[in-house]
């Protein structure tokens, strides 16, 4: 039977038909405008008002006068401690000046608040295209049980027989993660990628020290390896030399090999790499490596691609970090929060991190500084505080058993298979530097050749936003001109794919054609396009009130 028989249905408006006279408000029906927070209400009011606070106390607050047989603390004005007579709690610490903030209520707070996330964009509102951050669906389940009881309260300073639970997840999720990988350990508490860097690579300075050969002090990093390699090496004291690339966008084997000597502590390798591709030579570059003493890092932040089908230990990998906000589906994005295990090689197990979960007999113990002993005297030291983020274990562990091995695998399959779907829609209208170099993996590159002159990247960039997409990654990798890097993972539907490549598809055409409105896209989101210029090098970070401006101009 049919709901709708009349075969109605409601439409969008006509844009820019007739002469529709701007709102009073400067509201569009559901966009909202809001102001800058200190530009509501005024700094003389508050929303909630808290009493004065009192002075110190003397004894427990038995007033003058008051009877001795009265209840502590109950009188109704207490006297101040003769040390204290006259002095507030905050001490220096109370201000002296007006702090200057809005007074906003509670229902104020929360429309301004949600008003602002309406001008956002994100993955649950639509397909999130940025490359080499495998923005995909976060699954409910995951968060279901991020938040019951005993994993949404638990604490790190808990005894440990109070968090057997939380321990076994931490202990289980290792587990997964050490089998999918081939390795043969894990610290669990690096807090992201670029954080799991650095523990590897502390854990090579370790294992290089600990030889005598601290004298190693280059590590390798080839152009199609993500930004943040050469500066963690750099921040751990390395110096750093580039590799090249070929012309399929690999890495020069033999520029690496050739470079390798006793100066060398090792190479960071992004694999698969920022240009969608599987390093194929992964094997005889880790022998190579290991052959001339140094240890090889691999930059797992494009691990979903071949998660369930290849082990990084088998490709004679020493470090590795995965990104659990990436690859198993925990929430990322806006700076956190992240998670980034680090998975290690035989060689490099003595000297990871501390601290870890071990099962002894029906336990799991923490092992710390204070029992680590000769079990792992050889650890770098900490990373850390604490475990790491027991929020985000739960969430990848979950993601983890939902799907199970056979899931797994499917899930870089179809990652795969849907970045290829989106090369090879799109590469007769844009050019895809490395389209001939064979299938892609996890995402798909293209450049900025055959714009009309005076467009490019950025203009396409800025068009998406009109047609509802948040744009994809812009000018990375470095070594593709005006690069445009997507990844659409395997949470996309072949539907949203078709979307999205209708409308990339078309803004491209339009920056082919010279179209002159795209130099000033977007027109329909909340904001104008910026001056990006400007706003990276004078950004205003500071808000200052006008009147006081106004005042002083008068």
């Known amino acids: 039977m049919s709901i709708n028989q009349s075969g109605w249905r409601p439409t969008a408006p006509e844009q820019g038909k007739g002469n529709v006279p701007a709102s009073v408000t400067g509201n569009k029906a559901l966009m909202l405008e809001e102001a800058l927070i200190f530009e509501i209400g005024d700094s003389h009011t508050t929303g909630v008002d808290f009493a004065s606070s009192p002075s110190p106390l003397r004894g427990e607050g038995r007033g003058e006068g008051q009877p001795s047989n009265a209840a502590p603390g109950t009188a109704p ?7 204290g ?15 200057g903030l809005p007074g906003l209520s509670e229902p104020e707070t929360v429309r301004h608040y949600t008003r602002l996330s309406r001008q956002n964009y994100g993955i649950d509102l639509g397909f999130f295209p940025l490359g080499s951050c495998t923005m995909k669906h976060n699954p409910r389940l995951n968060e279901k049980m991020a938040r019951l009881p005993g994993f949404s309260d638990v604490h790190p300073l808990q005894p440990v027989d109070t968090v057997q639970g939380a321990l076994e997840v931490i202990h289980q999720l290792a587990h997964w993660l050490v089998t999918l990988t081939g390795m043969t350990s894990v610290a669990m508490s690096p807090k992201a990628g670029a954080h799991g860097e650095l523990c590897g690579v502390l854990a090579i300075r370790a294992a290089l020290e600990a030889k005598g050969e601290g004298h190693r002090k280059i590590i390798l990093v080839p152009e199609s390896a993500h930004g943040t390699n050469p500066a963690t090496a750099a921040f751990a004291g390395y110096s750093v030399e580039d590799i090249p690339a070929t012309a399929e966008g690999r890495v020069d084997t033999g520029a690496l090999k050739a470079r390798l000597g006793p100066d060398v502590a090792g190479v960071m390798i992004t694999n ?32 979903n691609a071949i998660v369930g089908r290849v082990r990084p ?22 700076g956190g929060p992240g998670s980034g295990p680090v998975v290690f090689s035989a060689a490099l197990t003595p000297y990871a991190p501390l601290p870890f979960v071990e099962k002894q007999g029906g336990q799991f113990v923490l092992i710390e500084e204070e029992n680590a002993g000769e079990h792992h005297a050889g650890s770098f030291g900490r990373m850390v505080a604490f475990h790491g983020q027991m929020g985000m274990f739960t969430r990848a ?15 870089s399959e179809d990652a795969v298979l849907n970045a290829n779907y989106i090369l090879r829609s799109l590469d007769d209208t844009l050019d895809a530097p490395f389209g001939p170099s064979g299938p892609c993996m996890h995402e ?3 450049s900025d050749s055959g714009l009309a002159a005076g467009f490019s990247t950025i203009d396409i960039a800025k068009g998406l936003i009109d ?12 070594v593709v001109h005006g690069a445009m890097l997507v990844e659409p993972t395997e949470t996309e539907s072949k539907a949203a794919l078709d979307q999205f490549i209708a409308a990339l598809r078309s803004v491209a055409e339009r920056a082919k054609a010279g179209d002159p409105s795209l130099k000033t896209a977007p027109h329909f989101a909340p904001r104008a396009r910026l001056d990006e210029t400007v706003a990276a090098r004078k950004p205003v970070l500071v808000w200052k009130d006008p009147a006081p401006l106004a005042q002083a101009a008068e």
């Open 444 to 446: 798909a590159l293209f």
């Open 85 to 99: 007579r006259g002095l507030s709690r905050l001490g220096n610490l109370a201000r002296a000046n007006p702090i």
């Open 272 to 303: 698969p790499n920022t240009c969608g591709l599987f390093e194929r030579d992964m094997r005889e570059i880790s022998d190579a490596v290991h052959a001339a003493g140094g240890f090889v890092y691999c930059d797992g932040a494009n691990f």
């Open 397 to 411: 562990l979950t993601y983890i058993l939902s799907h199970g091995a056979d899931g797994l695998r499917q899930v």
């Open 77 to 83: 004005h207490p006297t101040l401690s003769p040390e």
């Open 467 to 478: 047609e509802g997409f948040h744009p994809m990654t812009m000018y990375f990798p470095l």
């Open 313 to 334: 230990g088998d490709l004679g990998i020493d470090a590795m970090h995965i990104n659990l906000h990436k690859t198993f589906s925990t929430p990322h994005g806006g």
